[in-house]
Every structure is written in structure tokens, then in C-alpha cells.
């Protein structure tokens, strides 16, 4: 590489934030609209159909794109072997959800699945033609050029949606926002990005990938199923209603948790791939990645927790008040995804699917046991079982990273505390000018809320600065034109 991992690293962060701030920020603004105009039940019904596709979009990537990415020397029957295996599995995919989609809407007892997702399996055709596109640019850390694509198809498919559901088309409005937004950024993908499928295909590339990609496709169908699955349970057992306003909590806690964690993961991934056989080096990076993630995730999930409450309020209207003690508690699960993210992508980086797919059995095991135990006492007792998994899953992740690259659960445990005590101060602060809105009226919560997202930023802040936070004081210390060639530690 010409530049230093460092540079190449920050780089690639940098624009990665840009890309996560456009996709989020404007699936956050097209989110709340459509929330405000629709209802929680339609929300449900899309939460019906979650893992399935969710299921289905594993199949799409397979595995292949990961190990793409992890092949240092992947060649072009490398990447069109994969493009053409890609759209085979697309097309059949789609196919296999028209088949089902009567025995989804029977299972659900809601007629209206059946040609819902008959629709969106449109979408998974579509995705089929840019998966190559999109992992040739991951490679290569240039989210500069994704950025466009996110920006591109996100403001196109958001105004469509909300269009439609200005005009009273419901929760097809929804199902408009998915297809939309498969289609205009599979063909922004091939407008702007170079690479191009040649007519060769190998089975001998596909063979020689499968045995990390195929670890990785059965970890992703495991971990997409039992990350819904709560869709599944929820939507059997209780109303649309009910899973509407888990669905919006869980996307309302994703939308900062899993935005900074996927914007540093997916760049972290590569570059982690390409020194897996420096331990030392994987240790270091690996640390200075967990602790800027806590000192980013762990203030936002805490204060998101505290003022959820005029949050929903103001944002979503009463309507969705229900679901503000749902998101309190996502926010704790919040609050081990980045964690167990850096974790998985080093494993990832250095080649252990095998590992990798070990540990999901195991957590999913977890996981279905909770739901069999937590089910009937409710949703917010299932709730409590996601997080008891998520804690017991990131121990034993910890366990295979001691013996891999010396980093273990004391040690990530020590370095993260100091970002978690000064998040958890900040929060406590937040909540104390919280109780002084004694009043409902929406101008109060408005001033309340303010009042708190700025007093909490503040009051964070100086606490870093004050305890001389490592990571806190490496960004106000760092020059961007001090970066060196010849630097290659992370």
C-alpha cells in the first residue's frame, strides 16, 4: 500500500461516517415521517416479514463477498465466478418466497403478507446484481465513492415513500421504500463504479472460497433468523400493534448503535484482514477500535435511554408512547453490539469462521432458551432475555480473543470502564433535568429535550477531558497532515 494503515484506516473511517450520517440520517428523517403518517400495525405487518428476508439475503451473500474481502490476492474470475453464482442464488431465492408467501400470510393469519411478499422478493434480484459492486469497494476502503450511491438512492426512495404514503397507500408505502431503494442503488452501484463482470466463471474460485465463505453464509443465516426472531414470536403471539412498537424501538436503538458500529466494522474488517498474521499489530488496532467505540456508542445508547420518553413525544406522537420502555431496555443491548462486532471482525479478519459459526450455535442456543422461558410473562421479559444473551455471548467471545491475540475479557473490561463510568455520570445528569419538565405540553418537552441533549454533551465532554480519557485525548491532539507514509501501526 502506498499509504500507511493508519491513514488508510482513518481514511476509510472518515468517509465510512459520511456514508453511515447520509444513509442513516436520511432513513431517520424518511422514518419518522412515515411514522408519523402510518400506523404501528403496518410497521408490524413489515416486521413480519423480516427474517425471511433477512434469511434470504444471507443466502444472496453467501459468505463469498466476506471472503473476497479476506483473500489478499482475489482476482477477476475470483470476482465474476462470485457475480454469477450471486444472481443464480437471487433469482432462486425470490422464487422460493413467492412459492411460501401463502403459508407466511396463513401462519400470520393476515392475508395481505402473501402479496407483500411476493413484491419485496423483487428486491432480492435486484440486490443480486450489485453485491460484487459493492464488496470491490469495501476492499478497497473507498467509501467515498458508497457514499455517493448511499446518498443517491436513499434520498430517491425516501421521497417515493413518503409520497405514496401522503397518499394513502399504507404499508405499500413501506414495501415502495425497500424495492425503490434496492433498485436505484444497484444501478448508481454500475453508473459510478469501474469494475465490470468479464463472460468467465470458474467452479475451481468458488471451491476455493467455500470453505471460509461457507462457514461465514451459515453464521449470517443463523445470526439474520434468531435476530428476528423475535419478529416471528412476537407477530405469533401478540398483535401487529405490539410488534409495531417493538420494531420502532428496535430501529430507534439501532439507529446510532449499529450505525457507528457497522461504519467502523466494515472498514476495520479489511484492514485487520491484511496484517492477520501480526498479532501484535491485530492487538493494538484492535484496542484502540474497542475503546473509540465506547467512548462514541456508550454516552449515545445511556442518553438515548434517558430521553426516549420526549423523544417519542415529540417525534413520533403519542401514538407510539408504548414503546418507550422497550427502547430504554434495547439500549443496553445497544450497548454490547459494537463490542461484539470488533470482536467477530478480528475473528473474521484472521480466518477463523470455523470459530466464528461455533459461536452463534451457542448464542442462538441462548437465545431460544430465553424466548421459551420469557415469552409468557411478555415482551419486556424477552427483552430482558436478549440482554442476558448478549452478556454471556461477549464473554465467550472474549475467551477465543485471549488465546488468538492475548485480549481478553478483564483486559476489554478495563479499557472500556472508564468511558462507561463517564457516559453513566452524564446520564445520571440528563435525568436529573429531565424531572424538572413537570409539565406535558409538546413546547416543554421540546425545551426539555434540548435542554438535555446539549447539557449531556457538555457535561460529557468535560468529564473526558477532565479524567484525560486515552481515545478523547488522541482526537484533540491528532493532525490530519501529521499523518506519515511511514507509519504503519495502527
Known amino acids: 500500500m502506498n499509504d500507511s494503515l493508519k491513514s488508510k484506516t482513518l481514511y476509510g473511517i472518515s468517509w465510512s461516517f459520511v456514508d453511515a450520517v447520509i444513509l442513516r440520517g436520511v432513513q431517520f428523517i424518511v422514518g419518522i415521517l412515515l411514522t408519523r403518517l402510518l400506523f404501528p ?54 422464487g422460493l418466497l413467492c412459492i411460501v408467501a401463502p403459508w407466511i400470510a ?17 428486491t432480492l434480484v435486484i440486490n443480486s446484481f450489485g453485491v460484487v459492486q459493492t464488496t470491490s469497494i469495501i476492499k478497497n476502503v473507498n467509501f467515498k465513492l458508497l457514499s455517493k450511491v448511499t446518498a443517491i438512492s ?11 404514503a401522503l397518499n394513502g397507500f399504507g404499508v405499500w408505502s413501506l414495501v415502495a421504500l425497500q424495492v425503490s431503494d434496492s433498485f436505484f442503488r444497484t444501478v448508481t452501484l454500475w453508473v459510478i463504479n469501474t469494475w465490470r463482470p468479464e463472460w468467465i466463471f470458474s467452479f475451481d474460485s468458488l471451491k476455493e472460497m467455500f470453505g471460509f465463505g461457507s462457514r461465514l453464509l451459515l453464521t449470517n443465516i443463523l445470526n439474520q433468523f434468531f435476530n428476528n426472531i423475535h419478529f416471528i414470536v412476537i407477530g405469533k403471539l401478540f398483535s401487529a400493534s405490539d410488534l409495531g412498537y417493538f420494531t420502532r424501538a428496535k430501529s430507534l436503538q439501532e439507529l446510532p448503535s449499529n450505525t457507528f458500529s457497522d461504519m467502523v466494522g466494515r472498514v476495520t474488517f479489511p484492514v485487520f484482514s491484511s496484517i492477520q498474521d501480526d498479532p501484535v499489530r491485530i492487538r493494538q488496532g484492535f484496542k484502540k477500535v474497542l475503546t473509540g467505540m465506547a467512548l462514541v456508542i456508550f454516552p449515545l445508547m445511556i442518553g438515548l435511554a434517558v430521553v426516549s420518553r420526549p423523544l417519542v413525544i415529540i417525534l413520533l406522537t403519542d401514538k407510539w408512547v408504548q414503546s ?24 473474521t479478519a484472521i480466518g477463523k469462521s470455523g470459530i466464528i459459526l461455533r459461536l ?57 470502564l472508564p468511558y462507561l463510568i463517564m457516559a453513566s455520570i452524564m446520564g445520571f445528569v440528563v435525568y436529573l433535568v429531565g424531572l424538572l419538565n413537570v409539565y406535558n405540553p409538546v413546547l416543554n418537552n421540546i425545551a426539555s429535550l434540548l435542554s438535555q441533549i446539549v447539557l449531556g454533551c457538555l457535561v460529557y465532554v468535560a468529564l473526558c477531558w477532565l479524567f484525560k480519557l486515552d481515545v478523547f485525548m488522541d482526537i484533540l491532539k491528532f493532525k490530519w497532515k501529521s499523518l506519515s507514509v511511514s507509519e504503519v501501526n495502527i
Not at 396463513?106 to 423483487?122: C, G, K
Open 41 to 94: 400495525a403496518q410497521f408490524g405487518l413489515i416486521g413480519m416479514l423480516a427474517v425471511f428476508f433477512a434469511v434470504a439475503q444471507a443466502f444472496l451473500l453467501s459468505g463469498f463477498g466476506s471472503a473476497l474481502i479476506q483473500k489478499r490476492d482475489a482476482t477477476q474470475i475470483d470476482m465474476c465466478s462470485i457475480f454469477y453464482f450471486n444472481i443464480v442464488v437471487g433469482i432462486l431465492a425470490a
Open 106 to 122: 396463513a401462519f400470520y393469519h393476515q392475508p395481505i403478507l402473501s402479496s407483500m411478499t411476493m413484491v419485496l422478493s423483487i
Open 154 to 164: 436513499s434520498v430517491i426512495s425516501g421521497l417515493i415513500s413518503v409520497m405514496l
Open 324 to 347: 418507550i420502555p422497550y427502547i430504554q431496555l434495547m439500549c443496553i443491548v445497544g450497548m454490547f453490539y459494537p463490542l461484539q462486532l470488533i470482536n467477530i471482525n478480528v475473528l
Open 360 to 416: 452463534e450455535i451457542i448464542r442462538k442456543t441462548l437465545l431460544v432458551i430465553s424466548i421459551v422461558f420469557a415469552w409468557r410473562y411478555g415482551i419486556i421479559a424477552m427483552i430482558y432475555g436478549i440482554i442476558f444473551v448478549e452478556i454471556i455471548s461477549y464473554s465467550i467471545n472474549c475467551h477465543y480473543l485471549k488465546k488468538l491475540v492475548r485480549y481478553s475479557l478483564y483486559q476489554q473490561i478495563y479499557d472500556v
